[in-house]
């Protein structure tokens, strides 16, 4: 089954954010394609990556105002495309709901993605952000829907 419309959206703000938060941007990585082992010394220094920050849910704040990922109550993002030639609407609003996830108190935002008007993904996704300014996802609760009724719940 293809991945959900709202995951492919996320997936290049997940990338962003989790490389944001390496402390030393300073050293590109080489292509995955490449096999470390038959690279010269100086790319194999270079794909060394470093460590998630510590996950402590004491480190994390009530809210989300990290200035490259933002999320107030209310904001509303719409996003406009096309797959295969069929209009896509994603609509995404953070809400005033909250979760406690790995003890963590976390941001709710719901995402719906419209295929020629009908609804066909809604999910609600977890964000928090620590003490350092990092913003973390965590987790997600979706449905996808073909013909108005639910066909997966698989994220």
Do not use: H
Not at 93 to 113: A, C, E, N, P, S
């Amino acid at each position: 089954m293809p991945a959900p419309q709202s995951a492919i959206a996320m997936l290049p703000l997940a990338c962003f954010l989790l490389l944001s938060c390496s402390p030393d941007t300073t050293q590109p990585s080489p292509p995955s394609t490449l096999d470390p082992a038959g690279a010269p010394a100086s790319v194999r220094a270079a794909s060394t990556t470093s460590a998630l920050p510590p996950f402590d849910p004491d480190n994390f704040v009530t809210g989300v105002d990290n200035p490259l990922f933002p999320l107030p109550l209310g904001r509303r993002l719409v996003y406009r495309g096309a797959e295969d030639g069929e209009l896509l609407i994603d609509i995404v609003d953070v809400t005033r709901d909250r979760k406690t996830v790995l003890g963590v108190q976390v941001i709710t935002v719901l995402d719906r993605v419209f295929k020629e008007d009908a609804l066909a993904e809604k999910t609600f996704d977890w964000y928090a952000q620590d003490r350092q300014g990092n913003v973390w996802y965590l987790g997600e609760g979706t449905k996808e829907f073909e013909d108005g009724r639910v066909v997966t719940t698989a994220g």
